[in-house]
């Protein structure tokens, strides 16, 4: 069974930073490409950001480039969200996913297995 859990989730002030963390276990890691999704209140989850296998293949929502940094450490079966530069927008739950054998696509189809969530809030 592949769990995921996130974490690092808190309340922060508008142009502040938070990291989330999202541990994957069950399964080999490498063999999972891992996103980041996120869900304002009343409104449907959104992809933010996703890193393939290798780490060598990340994409961004434009919303959030140049403010956020998604990275993966096999070593610890952990992949990381970044966030600065924080703004009210940026409310939401936030998820991380998994697709096995994927690429680190946009849908959140594609993706196998999901996390509890973890809210982050921003005030203005």
Do not use: H
């Amino acid at each position: 069974q592949v769990r995921l859990v996130e974490s690092g989730g808190g309340l922060v002030q508008a142009g502040g930073s938070l990291r989330l963390s999202c541990q994957v276990s069950g399964r080999a890691f490498r063999d999972y490409a891992v996103g980041w999704f996120r869900q304002a209140p009343g409104k449907e989850r959104k992809f933010v950001a996703a890193v393939n296998r290798s780490g060598g293949m990340i994409t961004y929502i434009d919303s959030v480039k140049g403010r956020f940094t998604i990275s993966r450490d096999n070593a610890k079966n952990t992949v990381y969200l970044q966030m600065n530069s924080l703004k009210p927008e940026d409310t939401a739950v936030y998820y991380c996913a998994a697709d096995l054998w994927g690429a680190g696509k946009r849908n959140g189809e594609e993706y196998d297995y999901w996390g509890q969530g973890t809210q982050v809030t921003v005030s203005s």
